[in-house]
């Protein structure tokens, strides 16, 4: 499978949920917006915004660092709605 950039863009951004507060805080107030900033295509945008965790494991995106997501409970996901998500993706 060939990442493109935009994956990286995904795990980056996961990532900036926990350092940079204020993304964090934007995220939770308005994600679209948020989001706005990341070069990533559509199908990873809406799949962030519907929180699509096996969508987005499937296109390539670190499970570790989407567990961020649920952590900070952005994009609708709790780390219980996280888990039944990711394990479907992973075929578990």
Do not use: W
């Not at 990286?8 to 993304?23: K, Q």
């Not at 995220?27 to 990341?38: E, G, I, S, T």
Request: proline fraction near 3%; charged fraction near 25%.
């Amino acid at each position: 499978m060939e990442l493109s950039m935009s994956v990286y863009a995904v795990n980056y951004l996961c990532r900036e949920l926990l350092r940079d507060h204020e993304f964090r805080a934007a995220m939770k107030a308005d994600p679209a917006a948020a989001l706005a900033r990341y070069d990533l295509t559509a199908e990873e945008r809406e799949a962030l915004l519907a929180g699509d965790v096996a969508k987005l494991y499937r296109l390539g995106v670190n499970a570790f660092l989407m567990g961020y997501l649920p952590r900070f409970e952005v994009c609708g996901l709790t780390v219980p709605l996280y888990s039944e998500r990711i394990r479907s993706a992973a075929g578990g």
